[in-house]
C-alpha cells in the first residue's frame, strides 16, 4: 500500500500562482489520495480557491506569507532577500522533516540557489543538477543536466550519471538503469575533453549499480536507447528546448496540412481519434517538471507558465520521488561509487 | 542570367560512392543548368553510372583515383595518408580554382582537416565553422556552429555572426541578416561566459552588416525568429541532431495513432494529400548539407547515408553559395568587422 507522503507547495510560485497551484494539488491528490500539502502563501488568496476543492482542503494546511520571489529576481538577489518567502517555506518545510519534497513553479535559478542553501548538497556531491523527464517512442528517460550548471567537468558528470540511474531505478523500476553520455559522435576520438574522461570512468565501474553504454548522440534520445542521458547543463538546456520547439513547429506543420483541402480535413475529421492520441502523447504538461538532484531533499520544479493538469504533473512527479525512497539509495550508491571508483583507479595503476 | 559554375564532387564519399553522387549530381543539374563538374574518383566505378545521365556526361569531367579516405578514419589520419584520394582532389580543385566549390558525403572530421590544411582559413578567422540550414515555420534559418569545433571563444561566436549573416545574405537574400546567441535563458545574467561577452560585443556593433537580436533559447530556433542562431559547436550539433530524432520520433507517432482503429486508416487516406505536404516538409533530404565557412573556398559536407535526392540538396547549396559571390563579401565584411569592433572598444573606453 501508498505510504503517506507531505509534499510542500509553493502556492505563489509560476505565472498564475493559487489559481493553478490548487487545482493541480487537487488532481494529483486524485491521482495518490495517499498525499496531504502544506501550502505555503498568501492566505487571502489560497483560501477562496482550496474552498472550491473540499477533498484538497482536508488533507491541507496553509503557512501564511505575502512575501514572494519575483520570476525575474536574480538568484543572488533572491537568496538575499528571499527568506520567509512562499519558495524559502516549502523547501524549509523539507529540511525540517515536515514535507517530503517541494514543488515550485517559480524562478528556476532562485530555486535552486535556496535549495542549494536550505537543503545543501548531498555528501559526495560536487553539484546539483536539473533532471527532465524526456518522452520516447517506448516510454520515458531521463536526461541531466537541463539546466543548473554550464559546464562540468569528468566527476561531475559521473556523479550525474549516477544520480541518474538513481532516479531511473526509483520511476521505471529497473535494478540497473541504461547509462548514455551524450557527445557529437559515437567514436571515442570525438567530444569534449570532460566527456571523454567521464567515458573512460564510467567504462571502467563494472560494479556501479548502472548500465554504461557509450556515447549517444542527440537524435537517439527520443528512441530512447538508455534510461539515462547525462550531458552538461548548457547543452542539456538547449536539447531540450530545442525538442519542445522541434514539437511545436511540426505541430504547426500538420495543423497546416490537415486544414488546407477539403479532403483532408475531411480526413482529418475522421480520423479526430488518432489525432487525440498523438495530442495527447504531445502534450508538455504530461511530463512537467524537472527534478533537482544530489541535494539533502526533493525539489521539483514546474514550468512557469503551466496550467493545473500540468503543475498535476509536476506534483505527481514529487510524490513519486517522494514514495520511491530515492534519497536513500542515492546516498548509498554515492558512497559505494566513490569507494569504487578509487579501487577501480587503484587496480588499473 | 546565372552565370556558369563548376563544382568538384567527391564521387567516393558517402556509404554509397558514384550510385548516389552522379544521380545526385543529374537531378541538381536539371534544376541549375548553369551547373558544370568534376567528379573525382574511381574512373571504373564512376563511368557506368555516369553513362546513364547523358545530360550530366558532357557537363562533366572525371579526375581519376582509387585512394578513397574511410568513413571511420582519424582526421589525423586522413590528413597522413589522405593526399591524392577523392576528397583530396576535390577540395584541391577548388585550391586551384578549377572549381568554384566541393562537395563531399565522406567523413567530416576527415573533410574539415582536409579543407583547412588545403583551403586555409581566411584572414582575420581563428576557425572555420560549419553551418546547417534548419527548416523553420516561415521558411530556413541558418545555425553556425553544428560541430567543427567544441566550444568556441566570444571571438569565434563574433566571428561566426558574422560568417552566418554572410551565408544568410547570400541565401536569403536580405541585406542586414537578423543574427541571435543561442543561450540556456533571455536574461542577461545567465549562461556562459563567453556568451554573455560575445553578446556584449554584438550588441555594441551597431554598424555591423547583421542585425543582432541578442539571446534566444532552443525552442525559438524552429519558430524563424532569427535568420542566424550562433552557437559553439558541442551544444549546436546536439541541438541539430536532437531536432532531427525530434522529427522522426512524431513521424512515428503519427503514424501509430493513424493505424490504430479503422477510422483513423481511412480518415488518413483521405488526408493523404495533407500527409504528403507534411512528409515533404519533413523530409530531411530537403536541407541536407553543412557548409564549410570561414575558408579560402567552398566546401559543402552531404550526410553519409543521403540518396541521389539529398545529395542533390547538397550539390545545389554548393552551386547557390558559389553563385553568390558569397567569399568575396565575407572578406570584405571581415575587414570592416575588425575595424569596427576595434573602433567600438576604442570609442567607448
Known amino acids: 500500500m501508498a505510504q503517506p507522503r507531505t509534499l510542500a507547495l509553493d502556492a505563489m510560485g509560476g505565472d498564475h500562482g493559487p489559481e493553478v497551484v490548487v487545482p493541480g494539488a487537487a ?11 502544506i501550502l505555503v502563501g498568501d492566505e487571502a488568496r489560497i483560501a477562496p480557491v482550496l474552498a472550491a476543492h473540499p477533498a484538497l482542503e482536508k488533507r491541507s494546511r ?35 522533516g515536515e514535507a517530503h519534497a517541494a514543488v515550485s513553479a517559480g524562478n528556476t535559478g532562485a530555486l535552486m540557489a535556496m535549495a542549494k542553501l536550505i537543503l545543501r ?3 559526495g556531491i560536487e553539484r546539483p543538477a536539473i533532471a527532465a523527464l524526456w518522452p520516447t517512442v517506448t516510454a520515458e528517460c531521463i536526461v541531466l543536466d537541463v539546466g543548473a550548471n554550464i559546464g ?14 538513481a532516479m531511473a531505478r526509483a520511476l521505471f523500476h529497473v535494478e540497473r538503469p541504461t547509462v548514455g553520455l551524450l557527445n557529437v559522435g559515437v567514436e571515442e576520438i570525438k567530444g569534449a575533453e570532460e566527456v571523454r574522461e567521464a567515458h573512460a570512468a564510467l567504462k571502467k565501474g563494472v560494479e556501479l549499480p548502472l548500465d554504461y553504454r557509450g556515447f549517444i548522440e542527440g537524435d537517439e534520445i527520443g528512441q530512447g536507447r538508455v534510461d539515462v542521458v547525462v550531458v552538461e547543463g548548457f547543452a542539456g538546456n ?16 500538420l495543423k497546416d496540412a490537415m486544414t488546407r483541402a477539403f479532403l483532408s480535413r475531411l480526413g482529418a475529421l475522421l480520423a479526430r481519434g488518432g489525432f487525440r492520441v498523438l495530442k495527447e502523447k504531445m502534450d508538455p504538461r504530461r511530463v512537467n517538471g524537472g527534478t533537482f538532484l544530489g541535494l539533502n531533499g526533493l525539489a521539483v ?9 500540468g503543475f498535476a504533473s509536476a506534483v505527481d512527479l ?20 566513490h569507494h569504487r571508483l578509487g579501487s577501480d583507479t587503484h587496480s588499473s595503476s
Chains 1, 2 share one sequence.
Open 62 to 96: 496553509v503557512i501564511h506569507t505575502t512575501h514572494v520571489v519575483a520570476m525575474n529576481e536574480k538568484p543572488s538577489q533572491a537568496l538575499r532577500r528571499g527568506k520567509g518567502s512562499s519558495m524559502w517555506l516549502a523547501l524549509d518545510a523539507v529540511r525540517k
Open 318 to 337: 514529487g510524490y513519486e520521488m517522494a514514495e520511491s525512497g530515492l534519497l536513500e539509495r542515492l546516498a548509498s550508491d554515492l558512497e559505494t561509487f
Open 27 to 37: 488532481l494529483s491528490l486524485e491521482r495518490h489520495p495517499a498525499l496531504s500539502f
Open 301 to 309: 520544479k514546474s514550468h512557469g507558465g503551466t496550467d493545473a493538469l
Open 238 to 253: 538547449i536539447a531540450l528546448k530545442t525538442a519542445e520547439g522541434t514539437a511545436k513547429q511540426i505541430g504547426q506543420y
Open 152 to 165: 562540468a567537468t569528468s566527476r561531475q558528470l559521473s556523479e550525474y550519471a549516477l544520480m541518474g540511474a
Open 121 to 123: 548538497p548531498m555528501k
